[in-house]
Nanobody
């Protein structure tokens, strides 16, 4: 059974930084792409960032592109999301996801999902 457990969320002031972590209990971790999504209150879940199985390729939503870095440590079965210069509009529940794919229209989906960690950015 696959489990993704996020940590590192919390309350931070605008302009601050957070590093989210996601520990995965999946044997094939080093061979699957991983990513982060978020869902703000009253909004649909949206893609934030993705990283290939090797870590060589990353992609980001335009809204976080210049402020965030996704990385992974395959030896620790962990993926990270470093977020800097946080804004109140970054407030959301952040979900770790594994086994990403893209639909024809470009939307990301995933085979595995974590329970989410709350990030709240105060102004």
């Amino acid at each position: 059974q696959v489990q993704l457990v996020e940590s590192g969320g919390g309350l931070v002031q605008a302009g601050g930084s957070l590093r989210l972590s996601c520990a995965a209990s999946v044997r094939t971790f080093s061979s699957i792409s991983m990513g982060w999504f978020r869902q703000a209150p009253g909004k649909e879940r949206e893609f934030v960032a993705a990283i290939s199985w090797s870590g060589d390729t990353t992609s980001y939503a335009d809204s976080v592109k210049d402020r965030s870095t996704i990385s992974r440590d395959n030896a620790k079965n962990t993926v990270y999301l470093q977020m800097n210069s946080l804004k109140p509009e970054d407030t959301a529940v952040y979900y770790c996801a594994g086994g990403l794919s893209r639909a024809k229209g470009g939307a990301y989906n995933a085979n595995y999902w974590g329970q989410g960690t709350q990030v709240t950015v105060s102004s």
